[in-house]
């Protein structure tokens, strides 16, 4: 039986409410979930105020906390950990800017295929993608959840598409459109 497998099976017995289900899954998505965590606290300034290991273990607590969560497979949990990561970090940004308005409002953003790369100011810049991405979900929740799977869960063009349920070719077409329309949204 595969890793994937295990998850995948784990998860099913999690969602019936068995609590040594997530005992036993820990341990095999633990470095999954480092790893998501180093992705997203690399795009993070030098002087950023949570470490990998903190990050995982404030995403873990909110883990446990997932009771309406259907978990389907590795690929859906692994997109629902990055998401609550990304909620984490955005919380984080905004309790360092509370107070701090004000300044260059100037944002340099370059999207590029599962990379945003954004200058200095990154807590008001991840601050901005949010809100971007958040707008986006309101117009067309399909390609704000496919980003999200994307670049903030660092899932495959397959792993999305299984996910979402829908084809590969949509995704790829839906992530071209959602990566147009976060620059033009962010950028003016």
Same mark, same amino acid.
């Given at each position: 039986?595969?890793?994937?497998?295990?998850?995948?099976?784990?998860?099913?017995?999690?969602?019936?409410?068995?609590?040594?289900?997530?005992?036993?899954?820990?341990?095999?998505?633990?470095?999954?979930?480092?790893?998501?965590?180093?992705?997203?606290? /690399?795009?993070?300034? =030098?002087? @950023?105020?949570?470490?990998?290991?903190?990050?995982?273990?404030?995403?873990?607590?909110? &883990? $446990? #906390?997932?009771? /309406?969560?259907?978990? =389907?497979? @590795?690929?859906?949990?692994?997109?629902?950990?990055?998401?609550?990561?990304?909620?984490? &970090? $955005? #919380?984080?940004? /905004?309790?360092?800017?509370?107070?701090?308005?004000?300044?260059?409002?100037?944002?340099?953003?370059?999207?590029?295929?599962?990379? $945003? #790369?954004?200058?200095?100011?990154?807590?008001?810049?991840?601050?901005?993608?949010?809100?971007?991405?958040?707008?986006?979900?309101?117009?067309?929740?399909?390609?704000?959840?496919?980003?999200?799977?994307?670049?903030?869960?660092?899932?495959?063009?397959?792993?999305?598409?299984?996910?979402?349920?829908?084809?590969?070719?949509?995704?790829?077409?839906?992530?071209?459109?959602?990566?147009?329309?976060?620059?033009?949204?962010?950028?003016?």
């Amino acid at each position: 039986m595969s890793k994937e497998t295990d998850i995948t099976e784990l998860l099913l017995k999690w969602n019936t409410g068995d609590e040594k289900a997530f005992e036993s899954l820990i341990p095999l998505v633990y470095d999954e979930l480092r790893r998501i965590a180093r992705r997203h606290l /690399r795009r993070e300034s =030098q002087t @950023r105020t949570l470490q990998t290991t903190a990050l995982v273990h404030e995403a873990y607590l909110k &883990l $446990i #906390d997932q009771t /309406r969560a259907n978990w =389907q497979n @590795r690929a859906q949990f692994f997109g629902v950990s990055a998401n609550i990561m990304r909620r984490i &970090l $955005i #919380d984080n940004a /905004r309790k360092r800017l509370r107070g701090k308005r004000g300044g260059n409002s100037a944002i340099k953003i370059s999207i590029d295929d599962g990379n $945003i #790369d954004v200058s200095d100011e990154r807590a008001s810049e991840l601050i901005a993608l949010d809100e971007a991405l958040e707008k986006l979900a309101k117009e067309d929740p399909e390609k704000a959840k496919i980003v999200e799977l994307k670049y903030f869960g660092g899932l495959s063009i397959e792993e999305t598409a299984q996910v979402m349920q829908i084809g590969t070719a949509t995704v790829i077409r839906h992530w071209r459109i959602a990566k147009a329309w976060l620059y033009k949204e962010i950028t003016g």
